[in-house]
């Protein structure tokens, strides 16, 4: 019992002493393209190379392309991959 209190209160500790950096540094918390177009910052990600329309029309192509469920994954168990 006196291990997990320890452990659960170096992670409390933790978890207070992150929140803190970022309440007084006043960075956003970083993400990937998704995070930031979820803050709304309208800025584009380092993946795109600063071209937001990359990110436009590779998600058009992906949707034209019609990609069926079954594409998405495959069985690993089975020497055919289906």
Request: proline fraction near 2%; hydrophobic fraction near 40%; glycine fraction near 16%.
């Amino acid at each position: 019992m006196g291990t997990f209190l320890l452990v659960l209160f170096i992670v409390i500790l933790l978890v207070a002493a992150m929140s803190v950096g970022v309440i007084f540094g006043r960075k956003p918390i970083s993400g990937t393209c998704g995070g930031i177009g979820a803050l709304g910052l309208g800025t584009s990600c380092d993946i795109c190379g600063g071209n937001t329309q990359k990110c436009k029309e590779e998600n058009e192509r992906r949707d034209q392309a019609g990609v069926d469920a079954e594409d998405l994954a495959y069985d690993a168990t089975r020497p055919d991959g289906r």
